[in-house]
T-cell receptor
Framework: GEDVEQSLFLSVREGDSSVINCTYT??????LYWYKQEPGAGLQLLTY?????DMKQDQRLTVLLNKKDKHLSLRIADTQTGDSAIYFC???????????FGSGTRLSIRP | ETGVTQTPRHLVMGMTNKKSLKCEQH?????MYWYKQSAKKPLELMFV???????ENNSVPSRFSPECPNSSHLFLHLHTLQPEDSALYLC????????????FGPGTRLTVT
């Protein structure tokens, strides 16, 4: 079945770049997402990428997709304390009727 | 403010209790979802409703019973739960069943004692 995997923890220094990685198994994935969950809140869509794209940049966020290896990454430039959260990788097929989420990567920022 | 509210935010219940979780969306969306978030596990999709009709039930035990009286409200009725059901229960909505962006509520933290 479909599976999305990501590491559970990442710690970076304030001002450095954070790179959160994700792998998925469904070759028919059409949409790939990054959601952010801050403490005590629900998930919020950060960005998404279509499977026919290799890269998408939005301000400090850069998403890279390697479709051949089924690898997705999220790079956060100049990481700030407000970026502390859990980041979920997710994928869905073209109908987007069901989104498969990973376990989430907890990003912590050290001074 | 995501436009999706959930009550209560925290709930502690015994295994013999009956309780209900409530979700309300103010976005005019047609699809609503229940997810279960357990520590260190992927987010699990439980139920999907489209225009008040259940379209997906992901092998969820019958001790969880969803109800969608209208497109703005979604309930999750709980009875005779087990300690392993303790988790954060998230509600989400999207414009339609095929919309790629889902809007999440803050969740209800459920503890079963």
């Amino acid at each position: 079945g479909e599976d999305v995997e990501q590491s559970l923890f990442l710690s970076v220094r304030e001002g450095d770049s954070s790179v959160i990685n994700c792998t998925y198994t469904d070759s028919s994935s059409t949409y790939l997402y990054w959601y952010k969950q801050e403490p005590g809140a629900g998930l919020q869509l950060l960005t998404y990428i279509f499977s026919n794209m290799d890269m998408k940049q939005d301000q400090r966020l850069t998403v890279l997709l390697n479709k051949k290896d089924k690898h997705l990454s999220l790079r956060i430039a100049d990481t700030q304390t407000g970026d502390s959260a859990i980041y979920f990788c997710a994928e869905s097929n073209s109908s987007a009727s069901k989104i498969i989420f990973g376990s989430g990567t907890r990003l912590s920022i050290r001074p | 403010e995501t436009g999706v509210t959930q009550t209560p935010r925290h709930l502690v219940m015994g295994m013999t209790n009956k309780k209900s979780l409530k979700c309300e969306q103010h976005l005019g969306h047609n699809a609503m979802y229940w997810y279960k978030q357990s520590a260190k596990k992927p987010l699990e999709l439980m139920f999907v409703y489209s225009l008040e009709e259940r379209v997906e039930n992901n092998s969820v035990p019958s001790r969880f019973s969803p109800e969608c009286p209208n497109s703005s409200h979604l309930f999750l009725h709980l009875h005779t739960l087990q300690p392993e059901d303790s988790a954060l229960y998230l509600c989400a909505s999207s414009q339609d069943i095929g919309s790629y962006e889902q809007y999440f509520g803050p969740g209800t933290r459920l503890t079963v004692t």
